[in-house]
């Protein structure tokens, strides 16, 4: 949910071919000292949480369900799941992908989204960018398919298919027991984590190496701390508690936003004191707001 500074490409692109191997994985950022003498904000680099990311599919319709792991397993293999990703975490340069006019006298592929979830799904003017759309792109062609795109709030995005106003929900979904009694996940192609954000001269996690001692930090807040984070995302359940993610919560208090960008730019304003979102968003935001002069 912004643009992936594409510094130290080569190395990137190496850690991608090992990262996308079981399924793509993210990394990323400039020079860490450089980046830390001049960041409105950072992000603690280490990992919150351990998720894994699929597509979700209509209930109903257990034939595109085979067709989605078909693919899936299909890219994995072939590498072309490994040059999508390198588009956004390498050297590679993104593909735009259009979306076409829903037409239900046209054989088309429906896919639910949240634009607001860079690198995964974005906008570029009136067209969609990010892993996950060149992924549908990709399937809709593989199955000879119109790609239709349907850009709602992250909350909507799986009830959308739930209700069959989509076939397929793309938005860096997470896959928990209660997402899946609404609809059938496919294999996973991402894993992802939850990482947490700091104003850029905050030296609180300075010392912080493992997950353990970050929850520390954490678990010792109280009420009055503000966390910020995407409204209905992994990082909400990380603050409030979730039995589905596993998560017991803590006792911070939690303000939602409509997409991770919001979250952070209401940190450096001062409404919040801390973000949790999605790894790989938060190095894009960071990244994208840290360059801005």
């Keep these: 949910m912004k643009t992936v500074k594409k510094i130290l490409a080569v190395i990137l692109a190496l850690v991608m071919v090992a990262a996308c191997f079981a399924g793509c994985s993210s990394s990323g950022g400039e020079d860490p000292a450089k980046e830390e003498a001049t960041a409105k904000v950072k992000v603690i680099d280490i990992e919150l949480s351990d998720e894994e990311y699929a597509l979700g599919v209509d209930k109903d319709n257990e034939e595109l369900l085979q067709q989605a792991n078909d693919f899936i397993k299909e890219i994995k293999e072939n590498g072309q799941l490994d040059e999508i990703c390198n588009h956004y975490f390498g050297d590679g340069e993104p593909v735009a992908v259009t979306s076409a006019t829903e037409d239900s006298t046209k054989d088309q592929l429906v896919i639910a989204t949240n634009a607001e979830f860079e690198p995964f799904e974005y906008k570029q003017g ?154 790989a968003p938060a190095q894009a935001i960071t990244s994208a707001i840290n360059a801005v002069a």
Excluded at 140 to 153: N, P
Excluded at 228 to 239: C, K, L, R
């Design 126 to 279: 009136d067209q969609f960018v990010g892993i996950d759309m060149e992924i549908a792109q990709a399937f809709a062609q593989k199955l000879g398919k119109e790609l239709v795109i349907k850009d709602m709030k992250f909350d909507a995005v799986v009830l959308s298919v739930q209700q069959h106003k989509a076939d397929i929900a793309a938005a860096g979904l997470t896959v928990t027991d209660e997402r899946a009694k609404q609809v059938n996940f496919t294999e996973s192609y991402y894993s992802a984590s939850q990482k947490l954000i700091v104003k850029g001269d905050n030296t609180q996690f300075d010392a912080c190496q493992t997950k353990e001692d970050v929850e520390a930090i954490l678990n010792g807040l109280d009420a009055s701390v503000k966390i910020g984070g995407q409204n209905g995302t992994t990082g909400q359940a990380y603050v409030q508690g979730s039995e589905d993610f596993g998560f017991e919560g803590l006792n911070a208090s939690f303000v939602g936003y409509d997409n991770g960008s919001l979250a952070v730019q209401d940190l450096i304003n001062g409404g919040v004191d801390y973000v949790i979102i999605d790894a």
